[in-house]
């Protein structure tokens, strides 16, 4: 399903910053825990971090602990994800997600809708 639309994605180098939005199209999604995650070329979709519905509690990836940031504004309907340091490890298609469920889960079956990505690459 196409319910989440990802933006922001580009062409960066190397210690650049990227943000990155997921706007949902639904109202519901409001209550929604929401989630990054992203697919390198050649690689398996992995996870990156959550947010609870309400924004109060996050769950991030160590492998990006501390670089990127998560954040929703309900009002606007938008989650953000705040890249810094970007590393050329980085580069993939970076994907939304939103669950029904309450949990911060770091599995693909934790999430009932996806969007279609946003491209980011990270030169050397």
């Known amino acids: 399903q196409v319910q989440l639309v990802e933006s922001g994605g580009g062409l960066v180098q190397a210690g650049d910053s990227l943000r990155l939005s997921c706007a949902p199209s639904?109202?519901?999604?409001?209550?929604?825990?929401m989630a990054w995650f992203r697919q390198p070329p050649g690689k398996e979709r992995e996870f990156l971090v959550s947010i609870s519905w309400s924004g109060g509690s996050t769950y991030y990836a160590d492998s990006v602990k501390g670089r990127f940031t998560i954040s929703r504004d309900n009002v606007k309907n938008t989650v953000y994800l705040q890249m810094n340091s970007l590393k050329p490890e980085d580069t993939a298609v970076y994907y939304c997600a939103a669950s029904r469920g309450y949990g911060l889960g770091s599995s693909l079956t934790t999430y009932d809708y996806w969007g279609q990505g946003t491209q980011v690459t990270v030169s050397s």
């Open positions: 639904e109202p519901t999604f409001r209550r929604h825990t």
